[in-house]
């Protein structure tokens, strides 16, 4: 190309810069001479020449050079390497050469800070890729396994940091919570259909007296076989109010039982569906169990959204954007039809009317809102979680104080919508907000200041009162003296 190439390698092992020695004049031939040669070490190593290459230290030396090279850091060490030996630049000058980097983000920090050409395309591309196959001929001490030692070390090392370190793990745990929450959900509705269709060949009758799924299966677990539970026994008929959650309830259950048209099952028969409704009944509890640590999870992660829309639309909001710090740099209007990406895409397509809301239509508001307004509750609703993310994710000190500002503005909303009474605005609200929690934390400052003071009172008091007992002393010293005049007389006698 008329001037000098440089490629920049970062391995496991060390920084290694490389000297383009044959260079074409056409990009395109430049390209598919490299392509040709780069599996073939004879032609490959009179296309490019090691330079120099600076190893590592340490393994912790060679993961804080990578870290710096994934987020395009141009650190000190790598400075000072290429300055030592790429041909120096003028000030106010660009470099008469070009260096070849892989990453776009490491070209613009090493241009920014050395004044030197950086380009990452194809033909870098290529050139990285012959390097990386033959660097072990390259670099001698690198033979016999070293280099993959280095790599997997690294390998390890990095991913270790990463999962370590990670802004989103506490997101991570609402993700996992409440997708396991909605297959449960699923799963539980297939189980308890199964068990209704299962035990129904035995009592059909007891499918439309109890209706929820849960107290079915335990009153199947209590009833059993019809034969087995005594109905004439008041203490049984206690426990089937209690499980029923209703005595009439059990009283019908009881008359049904007597006179139910279902057949009879074998006791392997019935052994089995008790077993299946038992599982139904213990993943029925360890939903009740998961949606109470989803809950306290939301209130350490995100409690303005937990406040303001609920845990559980808080929480597919945030596993939906991936974490809350993606859900946090969504504008409103994203945030709205989160969720509803196949019906906006199929608007967009056939030209038709959008999606007014995704994952927000299961909160209480939006149900709450008369059908014409649905739409601009939707909108401002989507306005509000944008803003409660946003506190949650960036502030330092966690409160549900906006939350619960935010709550009740969206209520103000939806009574505007009814009857027409003006709302507050939200820069009076806000500043509501901002000024009773100021005012809060310079009360416990005071608080916190008395409690200095008077501990530092009373160990002043203690001071004063060892000094006087030390002021004491003195005086009492004279009888000691004459104590001892005494003694010594008597001695001398």
């Given at each position: 190309m008329g001037k000098g190439r440089f490629v920049l390698y970062e391995s496991a092992a060390g920084y290694a810069l490389f000297n383009i020695v044959e260079s074409g004049d056409d990009v395109g031939i430049m390209l598919s001479t490299v392509q040709s040669s780069v599996l073939d070490l004879g032609l490959f190593s009179k296309m490019c020449k090691l330079e120099s290459f600076l190893p590592f230290t340490s393994a912790a030396d060679a993961l804080q050079n990578i870290n710096d090279v994934s987020e395009g850091i141009l650190n000190d060490q790598l400075k000072d390497f290429l300055e030592l030996n790429l041909p120096k630049v003028k000030e106010g000058k660009k470099?008469?050469?070009?260096?070849?980097?892989?990453?776009?983000k490491?070209?613009?920090?090493?241009?920014?800070?050395?004044?030197?050409?950086?380009?990452?395309?194809?033909?870098?591309?290529?050139f990285l890729r012959g390097i990386r196959v033959h660097f072990q001929t390259y670099v001698k001490q690198l033979s016999d396994g070293n280099i993959e030692r280095a790599q997997l070390g690294l390998?390890?090392?990095?991913?270790?940091?990463?999962?370590?370190?990670?802004?989103n793990r506490a997101d991570n745990m609402i993700i996992q919570a409440i997708c396991l929450l909605d297959q449960l959900d699923k799963d539980l509705n297939t189980f308890a259909m199964r068990t209704k269709e299962w035990y129904g060949w035995h009592m059909p009758e007891l499918a439309e007296l109890v209706k929820d799924n849960f107290l079915y299966a335990s009153s199947v677990l209590l009833l059993k076989g019809r034969g087995s539970f005594d109905f004439d026994d008041a203490d049984k008929m206690k426990e089937l109010a209690t499980c029923v959650m209703d005595e009439e309830l059990a009283a019908k259950v009881a008359q049904a039982s007597r006179t139910?048209?279902?057949?009879?099952?074998?006791?392997?028969?019935?052994?089995n569906i008790t077993s299946f409704a038992e599982r139904v009944v213990e993943l029925t509890k360890y939903r009740e169990e998961l949606s109470t640590y989803l809950s306290s999870r939301m209130d350490a992660v995100a409690p303005n959204l937990k406040t303001l829309i609920g845990d559980t639309v808080g929480a597919r909001l945030i596993s939906h954007a991936g974490s809350l710090i993606n859900l946090a740099k969504c504008p409103a209007s994203t945030v709205q039809i989160l969720g509803a990406e196949k019906a906006l895409f199929r608007a967009l397509k056939t030209r038709g009317n959008t999606p007014k809301y995704g994952l927000i239509f299961h909160s209480s508001f939006i149900g709450r809102a008369s059908a014409k307004n649905k739409g601009r509750i939707s909108r401002y609703l989507a306005n509000k979680c944008s803003i409660a993310s946003r506190i949650d994710?960036?502030?330092?000190?966690?409160?549900t104080k906006y939350g619960e500002m935010m709550k009740a503005q969206v209520d103000e909303r939806l009574r505007f919508y009814d009857t027409g009474e003006a709302p507050r605005k939200n820069i009076d609200c806000m500043k509501e907000v901002s000024d009773g929690l100021a005012s809060s934390s310079s009360s416990k400052r005071k608080r916190d200041d008395s409690d200095d003071g008077s501990k530092s009172s009373k160990k002043k008091?203690?001071?004063?009162?060892?000094?006087?007992?030390?002021?004491?002393e003195p005086a009492a010293a004279p009888k000691s003296d004459k104590k001892k005049k005494k003694k010594k007389k008597k001695s001398s006698e």
């Open positions: 470099s008469k050469y070009v260096l070849l980097v892989g990453d776009p490491m070209g613009n920090a090493i241009s920014t800070g050395l004044n030197v050409v950086c380009e990452c395309d194809d033909t870098s591309g290529e390998g390890h090392a990095y991913s270790r940091g990463k999962v370590k370190f990670n802004v139910s048209m279902g057949m009879e099952l074998a006791e392997i028969d019935m052994f994710a960036f502030s330092e000190n966690a409160t008091k203690k001071k004063k009162k060892k000094k006087s007992s030390d002021d004491d």
